[in-house]
């Protein structure tokens, strides 16, 4: 069975908070109970939950965070309490979380996933956004192989959700309801790990982009600013560009050197220093980055970018797109700053 504390023992890094475009996703703590309580506590967020009361006592959001960080302890279940990254001081979005049940008919326990969204964030994709978060840390990071979700046929943004999420329907089943004193008539949904992460290349096709730094003889490294009109526009970046197809990194960025700075560069004049890869929201970026102290010819911006001879130590002064965050330290490494 797969353990769903997995991932805050000791571990290669810091996995927690899951980042999403739009959201950080935290461990559940006891202080976020009152926070909840307040969310939760709407007859519109519980109609079609199975096991939260209403109204929603302050002693019960309590108690409830504290059974479930038991559980957390014990591998049982995982909630993740999701916030916005523009504004992380504001109640939270909502809740996603990972439980392992095991029904008398189950050879194995299953693996079902739960969500819920302050009633002020729906309609803005946020369960889809948390639910595929949790979904891809459980499948890379926790080894579970398959997820369920159930939900109430006249749950209608619930099957969207899970219909977004790639799931399969399953079957129907009767889900013992303690908050109503009954059982309930609910559909069961499922997603394989492999469907899983087939779906997130589809949406995320690899984008591969070669860059560059150039490094003069004071030891200062280049940066172009991205023009307006295209994507992250303003930001400062390593000067390079998208490979052709088939076409190898170092053909690449030579070639995107002559054509945005006219300088001519040699192969052997390019050393990979590290690389980047990151899902941005529409593509995933794999981009090596190649330090390069010699070319010819007499650098000038073709394409009337601004740009910027920055000392190692300033590199953070400058904003980059999220991709390029980890190659700052590699690149200060390189030049001892
Ligand atoms: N050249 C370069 N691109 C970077 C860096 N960091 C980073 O995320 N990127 C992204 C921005 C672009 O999406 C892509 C590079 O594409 P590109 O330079 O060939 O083309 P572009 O800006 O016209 O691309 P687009 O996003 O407008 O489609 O890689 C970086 O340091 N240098």
Known sequence: MPDLAAASGEGCARVYPLTTDRL?????????????RALVDDPAMVRFTANIPHPYAPETAVAWVEQTLARMAEGKELVLVARRRDHPQAPPVGCVGLLTERDPDDAAPRIEIGYWVARAHWGQGYAVEMARALIGHAVRDLGVG??????MAENRASLTVVQRLGMTYLGPARVAAPARGTTIESLRYGLSAEAFLAAERARRPLVMVAAGALIDDDGRVLLCRRPPGKSMAGLWEFPGGKLDPGEPPEEALIRELAEELAIKVLPGCLAPIGFASHAYPTFHLMMPLFACRRWRGTLAPQEGQEIAWVRPQRLRDYPMPPADEPLIPALQDLLGA
């Open 24 to 36: 950080t996703l935290e461990r559940l703590t006891p202080a976020e109970a009152e926070a909840i």
């Open 146 to 151: 398959f997820v369920e979700a159930r939900l």
